[in-house]
């Protein structure tokens, strides 16, 4: 990944001191700080990674109802408000398989549940 691509996305989003915390075949995933210091993640997908903006209008059409709130988005780069503590996928490999089935209960009325406004067009799986 090239180092300006990621200085064009923290100026274009206003964020600063990114670390890179995780690379992916979809993405590289960087722990940034927002003007006033507050935690925030910076996804720069790669080219593998950008079916991820069908995803992202999603979870800005959500607002934070079931998922983390989009931020912003510049190009092929999403800014996601930080939420602490492991991902679904560390607790299951962690092998609390009985705490993931409780997150993906409650999870699941919230992302079915009804919008203000009709949901964006999604990717067909």
Same mark, same amino acid.
Request: one cysteine or more; a negative charge; charged letters at 20%.
């Given at each position: 990944?090239?180092?300006? !691509?990621? @200085?064009r996305?923290?100026? &274009?989003? @206003? $964020? &600063?001191?990114p670390?890179? /915390?995780?690379?992916t075949l979809?993405s590289? $995933?960087? !722990?940034? &700080?927002?003007?006033?210091?507050? %935690?925030?993640?910076l996804?720069?997908?790669t ?5 991820e903006l069908? @995803? ?7 607002d934070?109802?079931?998922t983390?709130?989009? *931020? @912003?988005?510049?190009? =092929?780069a999403?800014?996601?408000?930080w939420? =602490?503590? %492991?991902s *679904?996928?560390? $607790?299951?490999?962690?092998?609390d $398989?009985?705490?993931? /089935? =409780?997150?993906?209960?409650?999870l699941?009325? !919230?992302?079915?549940?009804r919008g203000?406004? %009709? ?5 067909s799986?």
């Amino acid at each position: 990944m090239a180092p300006d !691509r990621l @200085g064009r996305a923290c100026t &274009a989003l @206003g $964020v &600063a001191d990114p670390t890179l /915390i995780a690379t992916t075949l979809s993405s590289h $995933v960087f !722990r940034v &700080a927002l003007p006033d210091g507050t %935690p925030a993640a910076l996804k720069l997908l790669t080219d593998a990674g950008r079916e991820e903006l069908t @995803g992202a209008r999603f979870m800005i059409w959500r607002d934070g109802a079931g998922t983390a709130r989009v *931020l @912003g988005m510049h190009d =092929d780069a999403i800014l996601i408000e930080w939420l =602490d503590g %492991p991902s *679904l996928g560390e $607790v299951m490999r962690a092998g609390d $398989v009985a705490r993931g /089935i =409780d997150v993906i209960a409650d999870l699941l009325p !919230r992302l079915h549940a009804r919008g203000r406004t %009709p949901c964006p067009p999604l990717q067909s799986l």
